[in-house]
């Protein structure tokens, strides 16, 4: 009876290892129960609270999914934010303050709190972090009023600012817990919404559609009223119904169904319950991932960053695809976009004159953010194939080899001959390898974009009888590129 009991309590503990995220040198683990979807950087890890199991399970999962976030900072870090020396003893003195504060029913906002100034934190976050705070949702934080308040969290101190809002149809609500151990601070944020409080109600729904119905004239005499209410929208127009789509507005608790606000609650408590702060080592984590469907890892260089989406279907096996580029340059990206001349291109349609001039300008643009792109690595893979397809591919590997050959090859060569200023294809290479066990086929292409940016674009292809695997790996070619990574894509096939 003893041997059984130890041996369910050390499955146990492998099945908790199993579903934790562990980063040594950062001091933390999280339990992350196998998400659907993760992100991993040098100092920040993110996932869904949705494992990758149970996602397509139900389709109401994905309406309920939480995102959950942690940020590390190191004491050197908080330094350069705070502008003066952090340990866990300074967190604890700023927790009492606030804590005083709640308790006398006073604003936390009445006295300096410098740990609670988060745009400091994004100002940050070029090296290496990437935090709610950061670009993307900065402007909209700011119309907010934030909900501040302190106490222990599955037993951890925490000074917790929550964001309470409305976006178009959604409800959302942003939970960060501020929490420290071994002279470090940690970011614990979780994202929730809720689809169905602000949705249209079905007779709205119902309604939307009479009136289209209504619309509908066949009268011939109506065409040029019909020709009116069609005509596109100017670019400013259209800027103005997005941004009036992204505004936020402030929610009320009160005004939110005590069950909804509970979920979150337990979303954010969860998080913090499956945190497990510890000494940190003094060897940095290699950031990298692991396509278990291709049965194949690759480690990234320091600065970068992956996201994974991995789906199990019952009975039909898993896919996972991933994207990994530099956290820098996609941050550079960002900064650069000019979602002005996107909102232009897109109001207006090919025939009307304008158009190839806010083509130009879309291109002007784009010149600013190729600046700063310089590498983008994709793979996807599915495993337990069953398709009679991918059989018959390897059944008659010679006779499928010069088929698909010969397609490819064609396909290349056209794409050649429409080349233009946008867009070229300078030259390529293939290379093919079908046998009755696998099938590879491999493109090597260079590209223009712009006629001033070149880039190498490696694609390999392949599968067997179990798994099929695509590797898409582009690479500015006056840019260097870590030589320990370019032999690891080169690698990526079966």
């Known amino acids: 009876m003893k041997k059984i009991t130890v041996l369910a309590a050390v499955l146990v503990l492998c099945a908790a290892h199993a579903s934790a995220y562990e980063n040594s040198y950062a001091g933390y683990s999280v339990k992350?129960?196998?998400?659907?979807?993760?992100?991993?950087?040098?100092?920040?890890?993110?996932?869904?609270?949705?494992?990758?199991?149970?996602v397509y399970q139900n389709e109401e999962n994905l309406k309920n999914t939480a995102v959950n976030i942690v940020n590390y900072y190191t004491a050197e870090d908080m330094e350069q934010i705070l502008g003066e020396k952090f340990s866990t003893a300074y967190f604890d003195a700023e927790y009492e303050k606030l804590a005083l504060l709640e308790r006398s029913q006073l604003n936390p906002k009445t006295v300096p709190a410098p740990l609670l100034e988060l745009d400091k934190y994004a100002e940050h976050d070029s090296n290496g972090n990437l935090t709610i705070q950061s670009k993307v949702l900065k402007e909209k934080l700011e119309k907010l009023t934030p909900?501040?308040?302190?106490?222990?969290?599955?037993?951890?101190?925490a000074i917790t600012i929550s964001y309470l809002y409305k976006q178009g149809d959604v409800l959302v609500k942003i939970d960060t817990s501020l929490v420290s151990a071994n002279d470090r601070l940690y970011l614990l944020s979780t994202v929730n919404t809720d689809q169905d409080l602000y949705a249209p109600k079905k007779d709205e729904k119902d309604a939307d559609a009479d009136a289209d119905i209504d619309d509908i004239d066949t009268d011939a005499e109506s065409d040029e009223n019909d020709e009116a209410k069609t005509e596109p929208k100017s670019a400013a127009s259209a800027k103005e119904e997005m941004d009036k789509a992204l505004e936020v507005e402030n929610v009320f608790v009160r005004d939110v169904p005590a069950e909804t606000m509970q979920r979150f609650a337990k979303a954010h408590t969860d998080l913090l319950k499956g945190f497990k702060a510890f000494a940190p080592t003094s060897t940095p984590k290699?950031?990298?991932?692991?396509?278990?469907?291709?049965?194949?890892?690759?480690?990234?260089?320091?600065?970068?960053?992956?996201?994974?989406?991995?789906?199990?279907?019952?009975?039909?096996?898993?896919f996972y695809l991933t994207l990994a580029s530099s956290m820098k340059e996609m941050q550079e990206v960002a900064a650069n976009t000019d979602y002005d001349s996107v909102y232009a291109v897109l109001a207006i349609p090919q025939a009307d004159p304008e158009y190839q001039k806010k083509v130009t300008e879309l291109c002007s643009g784009a010149r600013n953010v190729l600046q700063h792109w310089n590498h983008l690595l994709i793979t996807a893979s599915v495993d337990n194939i069953t398709d009679a397809e991918i059989k018959e591919l390897l059944s008659t590997p010679v006779a499928n080899r010069l088929a698909v050959e010969s397609f490819i090859s064609e396909g290349l060569q056209r794409m050649k001959g429409f080349s233009n200023e946008y867009f070229a294809l300078k030259d390529y290479k293939t290379n093919f390898d079908f046998t009755q066990e696998k099938a590879l086929i491999g493109i090597n292409a260079d590209t223009d974009l712009l006629k001033d940016f070149a880039y190498n674009n490696k694609i390999l292809l392949s599968c067997n009888q179990k798994a099929a695997t695509a590797m898409l790996f582009i690479k500015k070619t006056d840019v260097e590129t870590e030589k320990s990574l370019e032999q690891q894509v080169n690698k990526w096939h079966f």
């Open 286 to 318: 290699a950031i990298g991932f692991t396509d278990a469907a291709a049965g194949k890892s690759v480690q990234l260089p320091d600065d970068w960053f992956y996201g994974q989406l991995n789906l199990k279907y019952k009975d039909k096996g898993t």
């Open 32 to 54: 992350d129960g196998q998400p659907y979807y993760k992100l991993e950087a040098k100092k920040v890890y993110a996932y869904t609270n949705i494992s990758s199991k149970k």
């Open 147 to 157: 909900l501040i308040k302190t106490g222990k969290i599955a037993g951890k101190k």
